[in-house]
């Protein structure tokens, strides 16, 4: 539905999309010169000064918390011709094509800003305002949306992608075996989410012809977090140990049947770019057999002063539990 001015490429890179053109001539400023000929689904065109409420309305007061952070780096926003602007930023911001420009929707300003001005004074924000029929600019508008039931979008005509569907319909069915039901007897063409037991997904592409798996790599990661304010998890050799004796490859075999890569970063290794090979070897404990990591974990443990006392593990000598940090 929305038009956004950068998008992020398969690639991982920023790729212009509503802006024609993008330049940085300093670390601090950002050109765009916006895609021509584009309108919104009443028939009014995009133009220069909706880019720059789009840019800017997130910033004033508190009626847009979820799109505020995107916009908290820019100092000004100017229009600088009748297709043209330009962003001053605050601070020099490698990731800013990335992680404003691709995340921020183009609104229309002569729907928006008056919704804008009635909130003033209001508990209300602007993510909370439900439009039955919005103005958007996207490849598709919005027909129907039901709550917990389904999306009804159709193709917008205009746009210049040309969305090779007329009509798509998104429904919204929580429960995993219901929705592979749905697949299987053709009431839905694909699955955009499935997070069941990849296992079935596979063995019912394999006995129906028409039915395909499709998998990729994607930028989201699963995680183990400590509570760094309770012992003994704010000691990093102990959490050092831990990492020692994790078997990441074992957890995405096992754990995620083989749907899912072994990592050691914040980094997904679909981000060729930036994704460090080998990386998830280069933790404690590295690629060793299981009870080589346990071995090494021990030794980490150990020559920090921690020891192993009837089965127990104890601090190192002087060492009391306590909040504070332990180094």
Known sequence: MWDRLMRVGPDGLPKPRAAEKV???DELTVNITLRKGMKWSDGQPVTIDDAVFSLTAPGIGDKSPMYKPFVANIASVMATGADTLTIKLKKPDAAFLVSSLAKLNLAPKHEWEPIFKKLEGTPQTAESIALEHPVSSGPFRIVRAELNREIVLEANPDHWTHPKVKRWIMRIMPNVEASRGALKNGEINFLSDYT???????????????????????????????????????????????????????????????????SNSWIS??????????IVDQVPGGNLASAQKILGAQKILKDVGFVLVGGKLHYPAGVKETTDAFH
């Open 269 to 278: 290794p679909a981000l060729d770019f930036w994704h460090a090979k080998g």
């Open 196 to 262: 069941g037991d990849p296992q079935l997904l596979t063995d019912l592409a394999k006995s129906d012809p028409k039915i395909a798996v499709s998998e990729a790599l994607d930028l989201g990661f699963k995680f183990i977090a400590y509570n760094l304010c309770r012992p003994p998890f704010n000691s990093t050799p102990f959490r050092q140990a831990i990492a020692a004796v994790i078997d990441r490859k074992l957890l995405a075999e096992d754990a995620w049947g083989g749907a899912a890569e072994p």
């Open 23 to 25: 330049e940085r001539p």
